[in-house]
């Protein structure tokens, strides 16, 4: 009963590399999201996918890049990390007849 | 104008106490709301769900929606100290993404 699992739990990055963020979903949800949560600033949506082979920007896309190849994954890639892109990343999924997400634990990202 | 408003707090109450959250929101078009429970480190948990206008009580939590003033609250009775965490309001509407529109949340600390 795994639910949303995201990996690595926390990372350091040094300025201009990139990484993953991997997540995935056990629960056949269609719908899945990458938010980012920044101290006093709640959750803001960096991309979202409806289904296996669709993407669509959030409100904060700029730096990042996701794909859907199948329902259960949906990594988000940074290409080169800068500062400001220092934050908690949580990927969440939902049922289509259901309203509320489902979260995963969050990854803690630091770029220096 | 903001989407979603929130009082970020912090917020200390006694054990025992009742608290009230709220929120407000500027966009007439959400159908559906939600208080999400985040305590320290953790990623978000659906606590309540309303769709549209009146109250839904769990326990002891009761959710109200009034959509003629686009305010929102969430109220628990009798306190506990395990009730300390970060409430988030989230709001959305239905079809196409599903995509939710979250607050900056109020920290809650509940002393014993």
């Known amino acids: 009963n795994a639910g949303v699992t995201q990996t690595p739990k926390f990372r350091i990055l040094k300025i201009g590399q990139s990484m993953t963020l991997q997540c995935a979903q056990d629960?056949?949800?269609?719908?899945m999201y990458w938010y980012r949560q920044d101290p006093g600033m709640g959750l803001k949506l960096i991309y979202y996918?409806?289904?296996?082979?669709?993407?669509d920007k959030g409100e904060v896309p700029n730096g990042y890049n996701v794909s859907r190849s199948t329902t259960e994954d949906f990594p988000l890639r940074l290409e080169l990390a800068a500062p400001s892109q220092t934050s908690v990343y949580f990927c969440?999924?939902?049922?289509?007849?259901?309203?509320?997400?489902?979260f995963g634990s969050g990854t803690r990202l630091t770029v220096v | 104008q903001k989407e979603v408003e929130q009082d970020p707090g912090p917020l200390s109450v006694p054990e025992g106490a009742i608290v009230s959250l709220n929120c407000t929101y500027s966009?007439?078009?959400?159908?559906?709301f939600m208080w999400y429970r985040q305590y320290s480190r953790k990623g978000p948990e659906l606590l309540m769900y309303?769709?549209?206008?009146g109250n839904k009580e769990d326990g002891r939590f009761t959710a109200q929606v009034d959509k003629s003033s686009k305010y929102i609250s969430l109220f628990i009775r009798d306190s506990q100290p395990s009730d300390s965490a970060t409430y988030l309001c989230?709001?959305?509407?239905?079809?196409?993404?599903?995509?939710?529109?979250f607050g900056k949340g109020t920290k809650l600390t509940v002393n014993p």
């Open positions: 996918s409806v289904g296996a082979g669709i993407t």
């Open positions: 989230a709001m959305g509407s239905q079809g196409g993404s599903e995509k939710l529109v």
């Open positions: 966009n007439s078009a959400f159908q559906y």
């Open positions: 969440a999924s939902k049922e289509t007849v259901v309203y509320g997400y489902t």
């Open positions: 629960m056949n949800h269609n719908y």
């Open positions: 309303t769709y549209s206008s």
